[in-house]
């Protein structure tokens, strides 16, 4: 198919020249459609998929421990190890800046991020990838990020390489 299009396209006039003539370049939209918005979320720093720039909210679809966002506990300088998916179902509160350094809860998220939608985290599957990962490379993370380990659930150390990519592939219905 690839040779056909190349074909057809050679026939007509050089390529490089036709796209060089588009409104929008096709790299600049696929780029785009790829990467998303260039937003992420507010508590764990995954990226939008929403793609393109016309959408209502930003999603992912798997979130991550916020420590890999960068986000410790103030108290013990520890990478945060909760997931936003499972914080916005439960009674922690958060601060930031956005919150003008006040604890708000995460259930309200939406007053300070309404651009945002973070569903609570259903399948506990779905983020065993990233789990993994934090356990993996807490260390690294923590001395990357400047800060201390993550006390990570006991649960999370028996995920395995297979279990992380199983639950990856499930998120996102890719089927072997």
């Known amino acids: 198919m690839k040779e056909q299009l190349q074909e057809e396209f050679f026939k007509s006039e050089n390529i490089a020249e036709t796209v060089n003539k588009l409104p929008t370049k096709p790299q600049d939209e696929l780029f785009s459609r790829v990467f998303g918005c260039g937003q992420q979320c507010p508590f764990c720093k995954v990226p939008c998929e929403a793609g393109g720039k016309k959408h209502e909210n930003h999603h992912a679809a798997v979130h991550r421990p916020q420590g890999l966002g960068k986000y410790r506990h103030e108290d013990t300088q520890k990478l945060i190890e909760t997931l936003c998916t499972t914080d916005v179902q439960g009674g ?13 809860p995460y259930k309200e998220y939406r007053t300070i991020y309404p651009d945002w939608l973070i569903p609570p985290d259903n399948t ?3 983020s065993d990838y990233w789990k993994y990962v934090l356990v993996k490379y807490n260390d690294s993370f923590a001395q990357e990020y400047n800060a201390k380990p993550a006390d990570v659930p006991k649960a999370w150390t028996s995920i395995d390489q297979e279990q992380a990519l199983k639950g990856l592939k499930e998120a996102f219905n890719i089927k072997d």
């Open 92 to 104: 922690r509160r958060f601060r930031c800046a956005d919150t003008n350094e006040e604890l708000h």
């Open 124 to 126: 506990i599957k779905a």
